[in-house]
């Protein structure tokens, strides 16, 4: 008792002593904890200036103006017009005649199979589908704007340095002075590139897009959602409302929080053994992909879900219950509907993991070189991630671009998303 | 209640899927190497767009889990074709026969080369098969000879060899798993260790102790595993000039303005080189065909057909300026025409 009858001037003596320590610590930890953020922020805006960096360019495509003949013995020579006859038709023979037309100087056998190279291989299936389309154009002439290769993509982007010694690079001098010429005449163009945006994979940069893996992304998500919504808002509702308190309902708590914690690859495993091995669903598909990142996104629904129907206070429920309402309709018509924003918005998160999710897919096949377009879900198909890590391990020198921009594509979504998420909580939340 | 009945028609939903799909498949499904995907993949693009089929799915699972996928048996489920970056074992063959996969088409499509590379900052580096061995094993000879082994002590190129530079042993290659590290292992590494003789001799009394000495690469940090990522590789290089990284050569031809390839052996890692044998690091590609699936997945003919064209694997075709490098006239020939009348595989 007797440091309680201390003389106030040394308290506060002892007090101002170690005040201004006690400042600088606090002074210091604040900086610290700014520091932190500003590192963070720092390796996010170095993460973005290097994929939109490098990722921008490839939105654009260079295309060659070539004067094209379309020479009816060249693709149709008896006259037919048979359409079988001009879906097999030599259009890449029309390509290279347009080449040669416009430099006639080229006469040796290898510098023709140079100049063959500046124009895509994609340019005959263009012509085809023109000719296709309207059959009309046999006999006539025009030009047409054509993908140039991904070598020559790259030159006029830049990416390939005309100053090094010609040994040294993928283009040859004689090349690079031929696009030069078509240059000057401003028969070299970048447009903006839809075949990135519509057409599925290739071996050949100029023609590989994501359309492709778009559409097995959204065919993936809607299993995904299908299956995950439902089974994991009826979990958390069960629990939550009318699961009994006992050491059954405890463990399995316990076993969905730890399931959050169970790394994606180990659901790939699961879903290889149940899903392809057991019940013999075809690999690479879409509906298995589904399936697995079900399994992984559950954990996340349930506990936001839960989290959303615990917010709900009691009143609620009790003033349903009191003017009679049975459990299942107080918990339908008035628990679940206050609760579905929060649910909402963890079924969106849940979704945005399983968009960026690769790891599990690695095990069902879904790591795979697929060119047609998915039509369903049971077709063969790649998701954005497995396109992304798939360009990235290619040799091409023009996929380096088309894998920063798949990136960027996915970094969209993936924001959409979020917003997504932030505005369903900000209009529908109720806080009591 | 409500949750069950959920699961009870998604799990119908998912058999009723599963039958569906196990009756018919109307596209070829090829699992296997990563090494042969960018050459597999070409000719699947091109078969699809020539073609009335639809356009072959391939995966990139590596040698062994493509070989144990198209082992596994024969129906739709299971896939028609295999890429490989080595031949099929005779373990994985009796594996085959015990699921019913009896008749196997083996087609060998053409060669890959493995280099050494660094950048094109530095001066190219002169190796021979037995520098790179004692630059990278685990246990090398000791200097005074006597047949011992200690553990690597080199940590310079000089070191190794009197005429190399003096810069710092810093190798980057793939890890374990995959098929480009056991070809740069058995072919550059176990080449070098086969030049000391007692090494050599241990190969008749003690094959196991053979394999380990010539097979194990140092992990004092010498030689640093990159991943499987051969761009990743490339991009390293370029920053760091003092190291050398392994991978294919599509990726050397591709990357020629950044790196260089090293001599190995006196020889330069070029086109020509590698096809005609003389340089050392080269490796056969391969694709396995399942015979039972021929006419019942619809275009498995046709898919050989392209591949085994000379406007795909001949000498000025599509494959070979995605840097595969063919085989000579007289082997190609031999090997269309073994595919053509899909005649099944012998180990001899």
């Known amino acids: ?432 | 209640m409500n949750n069950n009945r959920i699961i009870l028609a998604a799990a119908l939903a998912a058999a009723a899927a599963g039958t569906a799909n196990a009756a018919s498949r109307d596209y070829i499904s090829v699992v296997g190497s990563s090494t042969v995907y960018p050459f597999a993949t070409v000719v699947a693009e091109n078969f699809g767009k020539t073609t009335a089929f639809k356009t072959p799915k391939i995966e990139s699972t590596g040698s062994g889990g493509g070989l144990k996928l198209f082992c596994a048996g024969v129906g739709v489920e299971h896939p028609d074709i295999t890429n490989a970056s080595r031949r099929i074992k005779s373990s994985e063959v009796e594996n085959c026969a015990k699921n019913g996969v009896n008749e196997i088409v083996e087609v060998k499509i053409g060669y890959d080369g493995i280099v050494l590379a660094n950048s094109k900052a530095a001066e190219p580096m002169k190796l021979s098969r037995r520098d790179v061995f004692l630059a990278l094993a685990k246990q090398v000879p000791n200097t005074q000879g006597g047949g011992e082994l200690v553990d690597n002590p080199y940590k310079t190129w000089k070191e190794v060899n009197p005429a190399l530079p003096a810069i710092e042993i810093e190798v980057l290659g793939p890890p374990p798993t995959s098929g480009t590290r056991d070809a740069f292992v058995e072919l550059a590494m176990e080449g070098g260790c086969k030049t000391f003789d007692f090494i050599k001799a241990m190969k008749k009394q003690d094959k196991k102790s053979y394999k380990r000495v010539c097979h194990t690469v140092r992990e004092d940090g010498a030689f640093i595993e990159a991943g499987e990522n051969d761009n990743l590789i490339v991009q390293k290089l370029e920053a760091n000039p003092k190291a050398l990284g392994i991978f294919g050569f599509s990726f050397l031809d591709q990357n020629a303005d950044k790196v260089q390839g090293s001599l190995v052996d006196g020889v330069e890692p070029t086109f020509e080189a590698i096809a005609d044998g003389s340089y050392p690091v080269s490796r056969p590609l391969y694709f396995y065909v399942k015979k039972a699936h021929v006419g019942k997945i619809p275009g498995i003919s046709e898919y050989l057909a392209e591949f085994t064209s000379d406007k795909a694997w001949g000498d000025e075709g599509y494959l070979v300026d995605k840097g595969m490098i063919p085989m000579p006239n007289q082997e190609r020939n031999q090997f269309a025409a073994d595919v053509k009348n899909l005649n099944p595989l012998r180990l001899n």
């Open chain 1, 1 to 432: 008792m007797s440091k309680m009858h201390l003389d106030p001037q040394r308290t506060i003596e002892r007090v101002n002593a170690t005040l201004g320590r006690r400042y600088r610590k606090e002074q210091r930890f604040r900086r610290f904890g700014l520091g932190a953020v500003a590192l963070g922020l720092l390796f996010v805006a170095l993460m973005f200036l290097n994929i939109i960096g490098t990722g921008y360019s490839a939105f654009q495509q260079t295309r060659v103006l070539l004067d094209i003949n379309y020479s009816e013995e060249m693709i149709d020579p008896e006259g037919t017009r048979d359409p079988a006859i001009l879906s097999s038709a030599n259009y890449a023979g029309v390509i290279k005649q347009a080449l040669r037309d416009r430099f006639p100087g080229v006469t040796s056998r290898g510098d023709k199979r140079e100049l063959y190279t500046l124009v895509s291989s994609g340019a005959a299936l263009i012509l085809r589908q023109q000719v296709m389309e309207n059959p009309g154009l046999i006999g006539t002439r025009a030009s047409v704007w054509v993908p140039a290769d991904d070598d020559i993509d790259m030159l006029v982007k830049g990416h390939i340095d005309r100053a090094v010694p010609e040994s040294e690079r993928r283009v040859k001098d004689q090349m690079v002075a031929w696009v030069e010429s078509l240059e000057v005449e401003g028969r070299v163009a970048k447009v903006f590139n839809t075949t990135f945006l519509t057409s599925g994979d290739s071996r050949e940069p100029e023609l590989a897009g994501i359309g492709g893996a778009v559409m097995g992304s959204l065919y993936t998500l809607i299993v995904t959602l299908l299956l995950s919504f439902p089974i994991g808002v009826a979990t958390a509702v069960y629990l939550e409302e009318f699961a009994p308190r006992n050491r059954w309902t405890d463990l399995v708590e316990v076993n969905i929080n730890n399931l959050a914690a169970v790394p994606s690859i180990v659901f790939g495993l699961l879903g290889l053994a149940v899903f392809i091995n057991f019940f013999g669903l075809p690999r690479s598909a879409p509906l298995v992909g589904g399936m697995v990142l079900t399994l992984m996104t559950l954990p996340t629904i349930i506990i936001a879900s839960r989290a959303a129907l615990k917010a709900v206070p009691p009143s609620i429920r009790e003033a349903a219950l009191g003017v009679g309402a049975s459990r299942m309709q107080t918990v339908f018509h008035h628990v679940l509907p206050l609760a579905m924003p929060g649910m909402l918005t963890g079924t969106i998160i849940g979704m945005a993991q399983a968009l960026g999710e690769s790891a599990p897919l690695l095990m069902i096949g879904m790591v795979a070189f697929i060119v047609d377009i998915p039509g369903g879900a049971l077709d063969p198909s790649t998701v954005l991630p497995v396109q992304i890590f798939l360009w990235a391990d290619s040799p091409e020198r023009g996929f380096v671009e088309k894998t920063s921009a798949a990136i960027m594509v996915l970094l969209g979504f993936l924001i959409l998303m979020n917003v997504l998420a932030v505005i369903l909580r900000k209009r529908f939340e109720r806080r009591w």
